[in-house]
Each structure stands twice: as structure tokens, then as C-alpha cells.
């Protein structure tokens, strides 16, 4: 069984930075591509950022370019997303997910397998 569990949301203030963390477990790691959500209220759930199984290839969205930096450890089966420079804009819930095809970043949510349960980040201004 599958799981991912995230890690490090909070409530900070514009400017700061956050990491968030997601632990895997159940996977083989090393193979599947990862990537981060986020949702605010009464929106969809958005891409944020991805990454290749290798870790060599990543993805963000036009919003976080610049501002967020994906990258994973395969030996800790964790996937993190740096947040720097933060906004109220940022402010949502924070899902990382799991896709089993390594090779691609996928950018809508229908193309991953598993999902967490998400963390809340609130950015006030």
C-alpha cells in the first residue's frame, strides 16, 4: 500500500520561506516521477511543481517559477518543495503525489496515482 504524508506547512508571513516534505512508503521510489499540488478554497487543485524519477528534469508552474524549488532524496523516499519568497496568493492546502510513469511531469491531476493527505500553508500579508 502506497502512502504519502506531507510535512512542514504553517502559517508565515509574506517573504518567508517553507519546506514541505513528503515521505513515500509502499513504492519503489527511485522509479516514480513526484509532484506537488495546491488547492485553495473553492478552487481546483493545481500543479505546482514536478519531478523526474532521476531528479534531473523538474517542472513549475508560471506562478512558483523562480520562487520554489522541487527536489528529492531517494534514499529517504522524500520528495521536498522550498518555498521562498512567499505570498498570500500561496496560501492553499499542499498535496504532494505519486506517478508511477517516472519519466514524465505531468501537470493534471488525473495522471498521478496516489496522493496525500495534504498541509495547510497560510501566507499573511
Known amino acids: 500500500q502506497v502512502q504519502l504524508v506531507e510535512s512542514g506547512g504553517g502559517l508565515v508571513q509574506a517573504g518567508d520561506s517553507l519546506r514541505l516534505s513528503c515521505a513515500a512508503s509502499?513504492?519503489?521510489?527511485?522509479?516514480?516521477?513526484m509532484g506537488w499540488f495546491r488547492q485553495a478554497p473553492g478552487k481546483e487543485r493545481d500543479f505546482v511543481a514536478g519531478?523526474?524519477?532521476?531528479?534531473?528534469?523538474?517542472r513549475y508552474a508560471d506562478s512558483v517559477q523562480g520562487r520554489f524549488t522541487i527536489s528529492r532524496d531517494n534514499a529517504k523516499t522524500t520528495v521536498y518543495l522550498q518555498m521562498n519568497n512567499l505570498k498570500p496568493e500561496d496560501t492553499a492546502v499542499y498535496y504532494c503525489?505519486?506517478?508511477?510513469?517516472?519519466?514524465?511531469?505531468?501537470?493534471?491531476?488525473?495522471?498521478?496515482?496516489?496522493w496525500g493527505q495534504g498541509t495547510q500553508v497560510t501566507v499573511s500579508s
Open positions: 503525489a505519486l506517478d508511477r510513469e517516472g519519466a514524465r511531469i505531468a501537470s493534471t491531476t488525473r495522471a498521478y496515482d496516489y
Open positions: 509502499g513504492s519503489t521510489f527511485s522509479s516514480v516521477a
Open positions: 519531478i523526474t524519477y532521476t531528479g534531473r528534469i523538474t
